[in-house]
Every structure is written in structure tokens, then in C-alpha cells.
């Protein structure tokens, strides 16, 4: 009998001890780097690529062979000690949105088209996509003993990745730590509007780290637990 309610003790603290995390810890990265190197838990170096669609259905059959050919030996690239993960991240359109249509002025009387021109064709854009702006990335991780030795081994694999999308005709950008620290503060921030204030001089400065910018303010489980 006392071993049992030792043991149910033991289980009690330990089930304590993971409750008692804050939301900091919850976030699964040990550092972020301004060039967008990141250090995961067990020593995995990490870095994030973002890209477009291709313009796969309308494309020709002949093509489509060729863009599925050609992502087919994309994803080849990558073998066991290359891990990947591939991200689609849905966001509601805002004015501020990257997708932007903008006709310049002219000195001439016809500038009161344009601005109805250009009115017709946001508005055309964002039916067409529901509303909804689409992201999609690629985050490639190599094991290492340090940041020294990722860093060169990272950006090897970074031109390769962005060099077999541009045989795909793809747009595509590599992210830097603020913009990957951007992404994961509107993931943890969903319906928040406001713009991601940080900068890398004010860590020295504060004395904060990366996570104090991105953490949600508060976690609330009502709903999940059904209690309302």
C-alpha cells in the first residue's frame, strides 16, 4: 500500500511539473539567428525557404509531366540525413497584405480611371482567392555540433533549394530570422492585426530574448475543456 501511494505521488509531481510550463517553453526552438539560422532541441540546425505556386492546372499536358517530373526529383533531393518539413499556412487577407496592385498616376485627366481600374482588379484578386492569402514553405535541418559548423552546410543547401525552384520556374526567397520570428508571432497571435515590433539591436539593449516578442500573452482552454 505504501509503495502504491509512493508511486501515485510520484506520478502526481511529475504531471505538476509539465503542467507548470509557460508559454515560452512551449515554443519548440532553443535559438533564433538574424541570418534565419535556427537551433532546435538535440543539436538540429535549421533554415526556411518561402515559395510560390506553380501554375500547375493550366498548364499544358506535356508540362504538367515536366512540373510533376521536376518535383518529383525536387523532393528526391532530400534523403534521411537531410530532413525536411513542408508548411501551407492560410491568413486572412489584410490592406497591408505583400499582394499588392497599384497603376501610377499621370499628369493627364484619366487618373479617375485608373484608381476605379485598380479598385476592380483588388477586388477581383481577392475573390478569386476566397479572401485568403496563401504561404507555403520549406524548413531543410542538419545535425551539428554548433552554429559554426551549420552555418556553411545550411547555406550549401539553401542554394540548392532554391536553385531546383528556379528550374521549376517558382519564385522563391530565403527568410531571415526576423522573418521567420514574424511568421511564428502570427501563428501565436491569430486575428491580431498589429505589426511585429522587433529589432535585433534592442535585445542587447532590454536584455529580452527572441521568445519575449512572440509568446501569446495567455493561453485559454475553456473552450477545449467545454467549460464556457
Not at 112 to 128: D, H, P, Y
Not at 172 to 184: I, T
Request: hydrophobic share 30%.
Amino acid at each position: 500500500m505504501r509503495k502504491a501511494n509512493q508511486t501515485s505521488g510520484r506520478k502526481t509531481a511529475k504531471a505538476k511539473n509539465r503542467a507548470a510550463l509557460s508559454a515560452q517553453q512551449t515554443i519548440p526552438y532553443v535559438a533564433m539567428h538574424p541570418d534565419g539560422v535556427c537551433k532546435l532541441p538535440g543539436g538540429l540546425y535549421t533554415k526556411t525557404v518561402e515559395y510560390e505556386d506553380i501554375n500547375y492546372s493550366v498548364a499544358s499536358t506535356e508540362d504538367q509531366t515536366a512540373i510533376f517530373g521536376g518535383w518529383s526529383s525536387f523532393l528526391n533531393y532530400f534523403d534521411s540525413s537531410l530532413p525536411f518539413q513542408l508548411s501551407f499556412i492560410n491568413r486572412r487577407s489584410h490592406s497591408r497584405s505583400r499582394y499588392k496592385v497599384n497603376i501610377p498616376q499621370a499628369d493627364d485627366d484619366f487618373n479617375s480611371v485608373r484608381e476605379e481600374f485598380t479598385g476592380m482588379l483588388k477586388n477581383q484578386i481577392a475573390r478569386s482567392n476566397n479572401g485568403i492569402e496563401r504561404s507555403k514553405y520549406i524548413t531543410f535541418g542538419i545535425p551539428a555540433g554548433g552554429i559554426v559548423e551549420a552555418r556553411p552546410r545550411l547555406e550549401r543547401v539553401e542554394a540548392d533549394v532554391m536553385g531546383n525552384f528556379k528550374r521549376l520556374g517558382v519564385p522563391c526567397e530565403p527568410m531571415d530570422g526576423r522573418a521567420r520570428l514574424a511568421l511564428l508571432h502570427s501563428q501565436m497571435h491569430p486575428g491580431n492585426r498589429e505589426p511585429f515590433r522587433f529589432s535585433w539591436k534592442d535585445i542587447p539593449q532590454t536584455g529580452l530574448g527572441t521568445k519575449d516578442y512572440i509568446a501569446p500573452d495567455s493561453f485559454d482552454f475553456r473552450l477545449q475543456s467545454g467549460h464556457q
